[in-house]
C-alpha cells in the first residue's frame, strides 16, 4: 500500500502541467520592463520556476489578499505600499507558509515559490531572491491572471 501510494505521489509531483489563466503578452513585456513602482508603493514579483511539481496548483496571497493560483512557469506582479512589512503566503500540504518582507518604496522584490515533497501531496514554500537574479527568472516566464484562488 505504501509503495503504491509513493509511486501516485511522485507520477504527481513530476509529470503532467498544471495552467491557470494568462495574461495577454503585451502585459506580460510590460512587467518584464521591471519599471519603478510609483506614488510610494513598492512592486512585488512572486513566481514560480522550479520543475518539481508540475501538476501542482498553489494559492498565493499578500496581506491575506488573493494573489492568484501558481502553476509552472509563472509569475504575479502586484503593489504593495512602500515602508511597511507585507506577508506574502503560500498554500501548502498542511498549512499556508509566508514569508515576511519589509520593503523600501519605489523598489521592486522577487519571491520564488517552490515546490517541496510532502506527505500526502507537494507543498509549497517561499524565499526572497536578490533582484538580477529575480529578474532574470522572471524574464523566461509569462503573466498570470490575478485574483483567483481555490479555497
Known amino acids: 500500500m505504501r509503495k503504491i501510494a509513493f509511486a501516485i505521489l511522485l507520477s504527481a509531483l513530476f509529470t503532467g502541467c498544471a495552467s491557470v489563466k494568462m495574461e495577454s503578452k503585451e502585459d506580460s513585456a510590460k512587467a518584464k520592463q521591471f519599471a519603478q513602482p510609483q506614488g510610494g508603493n513598492s ?6 520556476d522550479s520543475f518539481v511539481g508540475k ?8 496581506n491575506g489578499k488573493c494573489i492568484g493560483e501558481s502553476a509552472p512557469d509563472i509569475f504575479f506582479y502586484t503593489e504593495v505600499a512602500g515602508g511597511k512589512e507585507h ?8 498549512s499556508p507558509n509566508a514569508l515576511a518582507l519589509l520593503v523600501e518604496t519605489g523598489k521592486n522584490y ?4 517552490y515546490i517541496k515533497m510532502g506527505m500526502f501531496v507537494g507543498g509549497a514554500g517561499l524565499e526572497s531572491i ?10 523566461k516566464l509569462n503573466l498570470a491572471t490575478q485574483g483567483k484562488c481555490s479555497e
Open 130 to 139: 536578490p533582484e538580477e537574479q529575480g529578474k532574470a527568472a522572471v524574464t
Open 110 to 113: 522577487f519571491i520564488r515559490q
Open 55 to 62: 501538476a501542482l496548483k498553489k494559492d498565493i496571497w499578500v
Open 87 to 94: 506577508t506574502i503566503s503560500t498554500e501548502s500540504e498542511f
Open 43 to 48: 512592486g512585488l514579483y512572486i513566481y514560480r
